[in-house]
Each structure stands twice: as structure tokens, then as C-alpha cells.
């Protein structure tokens, strides 16, 4: 083939792929404003859309309304064109997620299995995950990836689990998934994945730090738009930052980490309720005791929220299981403690609150392998 000849396709390929992440990007568009908006020759448009169209990719839906002449189709990617599957793999249960090319979960479910290191429990994990996909009628070649999330810090290399004190689970392994499914797997740190999330649904983020608030707290550090993983990929564990030497007594063998006062677990633990019942009974039943546990728990995440501002100074993002039970008067409360704390005054809107609860990592997992196949189309 000459040179001309590979230069040509080469040509063809960039112009497909502009096309197609344009329209991904505009959601909904028209032919016209295409060629105008990125300045092509109709006929090129023309001939990449009918690719891209025959290819199952975008799809013509509707028109917009005249503006004098003919009216113009409205034209948008076919969303669930892939599919990326997400798993968050928790001690006592895993949570599934389908989720789009947009970053949409279409559809959610959780599996009350407990996690054990063994081939029986390996083999029920992926045998859901092939009858979630069957169920929900997916086609088999609609599957971009598995993505694996799970409360354990991975190696660089994604293959394994190398610290997992809190399920146990540091025998781990990617290959305990991918030897069972027949799609591209991979393996992450649920809070990595939480922060991949909250960096996809707030394009305007630069640096921040992530408070998962989950059963077990965990933590992450985005900066310049990135998921900081550090040298030894533990980077962001916000939850053992010692807020008292002679607080209770962690998982990791220390005393008074932020986990012993802000996961779940610790909130439910101090209620002596269910979160779901703690919530309930402390909105509705003006209960001092329940107030004042409430409280504490917002004044030690406002020392967190304080002391990580020093270091990492952007926005926090409240994530994951707790994130939904946060009102309004919640973030007020939290930004007063830190301002009456810091030097360094913060705005209520640096203060984000996450809306994927619990299934957040399992979501978050996916984006990467999402991102990779919209910017290699």
C-alpha cells in the first residue's frame, strides 16, 4: 500500500472519530451543524455519519423544529451501544452496575453474598454477573469490560489485591474474575473508583479530596484532573489519619483513625440503630441523643475536612453509602465547623455531595474502559 494510500484511511479514521465525538459530546445535533461546527465538506460529513450509522453507533431520532425550511433530523450516539459492567465487592455483599456510554447506570442490583477467598465464592460472583447480563438481555458482543471494585489498595498493575485487612481479601487477584468471564476485566480500589466517578460528573473539577463514606471509610486525591495513586498506590487513605491517639482502636492495629469516627459502620455502632433507622428517627423524632451523635460525627469530619484543605486545597466531595442522608443544613453545619477552624475560609460550594450512594464505585469502575473506547472510536 503506498504512503498516500495509508494517509488517506488515516484521514478517514480522524475524521470518523471527530465526527462521532462531537455528536457524543453535543448529545443532540444535526448534520449542518456538524460540517459548521467542525468545519467539513457535507459530503464528508455525510459519508461518516452513514458509517457510523450502518456501524449501529448513532442513530437519527426526530427533527428539530423548522426554521423556515426543511426540518433538520436530530442526531445522537445509540447510548447502549456498549455496555460496561461494574462490580463493587464489599465483605458481606457485592453491588452490580450496567452502565452506558454516557456514564448512565441503567441498571442496578446487589447480591447478598459474603466474601470468602475461594473458588465456590469466585465462581457465584461472575456466575451473577453472566445472569445480570442475560437477564437484562445485553448482548454478549455489547459487553465492553468487567470492572472489578473492591475495599483493598491494588497493585500498579492492576492484578492483584496487595493490602486488604478490612475483607481479608489480599490474596486477590484479577484472575480470579477474568479466568471465569469472557470479557475484558480489571481490578481497582473502590474510593480510586469512587473519585473516577465524581471526576466524570464534575468537568470543572481541577483538585479535591474524596471522603467515601461507606461501611469502612475510604478516601482519594484528585489533582489536575487526575486520581492520584502515590508510589505505593495508597495514596488518598484519609481514613487512617489519626484524629485522636486515644480514640478506639482501628482495623489497621492504631488508635483513633478517621474510620473509628466517620464510616458507617462507626455511625451505626454509636446509634446502636441501623442507618437506615438512625436517619429516620433522627429527621423526624428531634431525639437529643441521636442529634448530638450526629453532631459529633460532623465535627470529626470537619477536622478531616479542615486538615486535608491545608494540603490539598480544592473542592471535598462527600461520597458513597452516607452521601445520600446529607441535607442541606448538614453542609452548612459542616462549613461553619471548618471555618471556625481554618485560616483559610471556604465557600459552601466547595463542598460537593456525591449521588450514587452505595453503588458509586461499582459505577466508577467503568469509566475508564467508557473514556478509552469514545476516545479510540
Not at 433522627?282 to 437529643?288: M, Q, T
Request: charge should be negative; hydrophobic fraction near 40%.
Amino acid at each position: 500500500m503506498s504512503n498516500k494510500g495509508v494517509t488517506t484511511i488515516t484521514l478517514k479514521k480522524i475524521n470518523k472519530a471527530k465526527v462521532y465525538q462531537y455528536i457524543y459530546q453535543q448529545k443532540v445535533t444535526s448534520k449542518l451543524q456538524i460540517v459548521l461546527e467542525l468545519q467539513m465538506g457535507l459530503s464528508t460529513v455525510s459519508q461518516n455519519l452513514t458509517a457510523l450509522e450502518q456501524e449501529g453507533l448513532i442513530e437519527r431520532n426526530g427533527y428539530f423544529d423548522s426554521t423556515g425550511g426543511r426540518k433538520a433530523q436530530a442526531i445522537q450516539i445509540v447510548p447502549n451501544f456498549r455496555i460496561s459492567i461494574g462490580v463493587g465487592i464489599l465483605k458481606k455483599m457485592f453491588h452490580i452496575a450496567a452502565v452506558n456510554l454516557y456514564g448512565e447506570a441503567i441498571c442496578l442490583d446487589t447480591f447478598l453474598i459474603p466474601y470468602e477467598n475461594s473458588d465456590a465464592y469466585y465462581q457465584k460472583v461472575t456466575a451473577k454477573i453472566k445472569e445480570f447480563i442475560l437477564e437484562n438481555q445485553y448482548p454478549e458482543d455489547s459487553i465492553l469490560s468487567v470492572s472489578i471494585a473492591t475495599q483493598g489498595i491494588t497493585s500498579p498493575s492492576g492484578d492483584e489485591v496487595t493490602y486488604g485487612t478490612i475483607m481479608n481479601n489480599s490474596d486477590m487477584k484479577l484472575s480470579d474474575f477474568s479466568s471465569r468471564l469472557p470479557y475484558p476485566c480489571s481490578l481497582a480500589h473502590d474510593s480510586k473508583a469512587a473519585a473516577s466517578l465524581e471526576l466524570w460528573n464534575h468537568p470543572e473539577l481541577d483538585n479535591a479530596v474524596v471522603f467515601l463514606l461507606n461501611r469502612n471509610l475510604g478516601g482519594a486525591v484528585i489533582a489536575n484532573r487526575t486520581v492520584n495513586q502515590g508510589s505505593s498506590m495508597h495514596s488518598g487513605t484519609i481514613e487512617h489519619l489519626c484524629v485522636n491517639p486515644d480514640g478506639p482502636l482501628c482495623y489497621c492495629g492504631n488508635r483513633g483513625c478517621l474510620e473509628t469516627y466517620c464510616s458507617a459502620n462507626a455511625l451505626e455502632a454509636a446509634a446502636g440503630l441501623s442507618i437506615k433507622d438512625f436517619f429516620e428517627m433522627l429527621h423526624h423524632n428531634s431525639s437529643d441523643s441521636l442529634s448530638q451523635i450526629w453532631e459529633d460525627y460532623l465535627k470529626h469530619l470537619a477536622f478531616a475536612i479542615k486538615n486535608l484543605n491545608m494540603i490539598i486545597d480544592g473542592s471535598v466531595i462527600i461520597s458513597g453509602y452516607l452521601a445520600p442522608y446529607f441535607t442541606d443544613d448538614d453542609i452548612t453545619y459542616l462549613i461553619n465547623e471548618v471555618n471556625r477552624m481554618t485560616p483559610f475560609p471556604m465557600e459552601k460550594d466547595r463542598i460537593i455531595v456525591g449521588t450514587h450512594g452505595q453503588y458509586t464505585p461499582a459505577i466508577g469502575a467503568t469509566l475508564p474502559h467508557i473514556q478509552h473506547f469514545i476516545d479510540k472510536i
